[in-house]
T-cell receptor, first 115, second 114 residues
Framework: EAGVTQFPSHSVIEKGQTVTLRCDPI?????LYWYRRVMGKEIKFLLH????????ESGMPNNRFLAERTGGTYSTLKVQPAELEDSGVYFC?????????????FGPGTRLLVL | DQQVKQNSPSLSVQEGRISILNCDYT??????FLWYKKYPAEGPTFLISISSIKDKNEDGRFTVFLNKSAKHLSLHIVPSQPGDSAVYFCAASMNSGGYQKVTFGTGTKLQVIP
């Protein structure tokens, strides 16, 4: 069974540009999460999809970030325009059922550097 | 406001000895506590968990202890092996709108010296 995949693995862009990150969850997982880790800090929750619906987007930093999950399969996270403080590692995770606590399976992350 | 804290950014331990990683939390609504392990250039992988109604959970070389009154948990690795060298994240989960929401700490980098 394929794990959670993320693309690209690295992205270097200039301030003001746009970047789109993609996440493909484990097949059959309805729950999809986006997290971000800034150097040396905690892994911070951004948002949670249940199928194609945003269940919780309380962690999204501001309206420069837009997440979508069309058809309840893969998800994209767009940053437009990117700022220096957006640099970090963006992780995607998925799980099957969240009515009780269940393991979240993480992708390898996308390392974003904004210059 | 950080609800899950790992105050030791790094830890070095000799192979064969015990590694003890600590974690403190502030929110008494957390009902599950988790440890994730992360190797460089990989995503975190689940290691072990404990429910808030228990005080100990053991899985092979890994044991997690929970002290609810102190809002403290720890991960013990015995014996430590070089392959255990990684960043360990403490995390806590609570019900939010019918779903579990996970809050992570900053991580502790463990180095096991052969």
């Amino acid at each position: 069974e394929a794990g959670v995949t993320q693309f690209p693995s690295h992205s270097v862009i200039e301030k003001g540009q746009t970047v789109t990150l993609r996440c493909d969850p484990i097949s059959g997982h309805d729950n999809l999460y986006w997290y971000r880790r800034v150097m040396g800090k905690e892994i911070k929750f951004l948002l949670h999809f249940v199928k194609e619906s945003k269940q919780d987007e309380s962690g999204m930093p501001n309206n420069r970030f837009l997440a979508e999950r069309t058809g309840g399969t893969y998800s994209t996270l767009k940053v437009q325009p990117a700022e220096l403080e957006d640099s970090g590692v963006y992780f995607c995770a998925s799980s099957q059922d969240l009515s009780v606590w269940e393991t979240q399976y993480f992708g390898p992350g996308t390392r974003l550097l904004v210059l | 406001d950080q609800q899950v804290k790992q105050n030791s950014p790094s830890l070095s331990v000799q192979e064969g000895r015990i590694s003890i990683l600590n974690c403190d939390y502030t929110n008494s609504m957390f009902d599950y506590f988790l440890w994730y392990k992360k190797y460089p250039a990989e995503g975190p992988t689940f290691l072990i968990s404990i429910s808030s109604i228990k005080d100990k959970n053991e899985d092979g070389r890994f044991t997690v202890f929970l002290n609810k009154s102190a809002k403290h948990l720890s991960l013990h690795i015995v014996p430590s092996q070089p392959g255990d060298s990684a960043v360990y994240f403490c995390a806590a989960s609570m019900n939010s709108g019918g779903y579990q929401k996970v809050t992570f700490g900053t991580g502790t980098k463990l180095q096991v010296i052969p």
